[in-house]
């Protein structure tokens, strides 16, 4: 079965730190990749995807992914955060061939400071 | 407002009640999903549809749960006398029919139902 695993639970940055958020995922076959943001108080969006080609996939406001496939890898990164940054993020796969319901990880809760 | 909208954004209920959710999508989006989460956890998939046919429910979708999708438009949730388990966000999401592969769609979410079993 696919699963998806967020290694930082919690994360806590001063403004302007770089950042780099863990997501693995387990899944023999070819797979999507997603990175879902939830700002406080509103719903969940999409910051970017990959599916195939080049694998550093860039997205909005500034975030970019990298996808490993021989780490079953897809972590997201920012050179810069700001404070708008804080929310959680959601790392999530579906399956090529299947339905298209997302698997999703338990999400990071990011928070930068001022 | 042209986004995926949900209705109520809260509820509170006893244990042993029925509840009704309701999704409307973007307007001419054909196929809807149902998701659940819990505190600390990702979105669940529970649910999707393409125009009024259900394709798939998942395991976590027990006999007091139907869901259904009229005409395509929007759809329903139902919890069936619900235990404190229950007690969750429930997600919403829609994505169009076009000319992707339907795994490179990209999902719209809603802003939830809230739901708390006493």
């Known amino acids: 079965a696919q699963s998806v695993s967020q290694h930082n639970h919690h994360v806590i940055l001063s403004e302007a730190a770089s950042l780099e958020l863990g997501c693995n995922y387990s899944?023999?076959?070819?797979?999507?990749l997603f990175w879902y943001v939830q700002y406080p108080g509103q719903h969940l969006q999409l910051l970017l995807k990959y599916f195939s080609g080049d694998p550093l996939v860039k997205g909005i406001k500034g975030f970019e992914a990298e996808f490993i496939k021989s780490k079953f890898s897809f972590n997201l990164r920012k050179p810069s955060v700001q404070w708008s940054d804080t929310a959680e993020y959601f790392c999530?796969?579906?399956?090529?061939?299947?339905?298209?319901?997302?698997?999703f990880g338990t999400g990071t809760l990011l928070a930068v400071q001022p | 407002d042209t986004g995926v909208s949900q209705n109520p954004r809260h509820k509170i209920t006893k244990r042993g009640q029925n509840v009704t959710f309701r999704c409307d999508p973007i307007s001419e989006h054909n196929r809807l999903y149902w998701y659940r989460q819990t505190l600390g956890q990702g979105p669940e998939f529970l649910t999707y549809?393409?125009?009024?046919?259900?394709?798939?429910k998942s395991r976590l979708l027990s006999d007091r749960f139907s869901a259904e999708r009229p005409k395509g438009s929007f759809s329903t949730l139902e919890i069936q006398r619900t235990e404190q388990g229950d007690s969750a966000m429930y997600l919403c999401a829609s994505s169009p029919t076009g000319e992707l592969p339907l795994y490179q769609e990209t999902q719209y979410f809603g802003p939830g139902t809230r739901l708390l079993v006493l």
């Open positions: 549809f393409q125009n009024e046919a259900q394709l798939e």
């Open positions: 899944y023999g076959g070819t797979v999507n």
């Open positions: 999530a796969v579906n399956a090529q061939g299947a339905t298209n319901k997302l698997i």
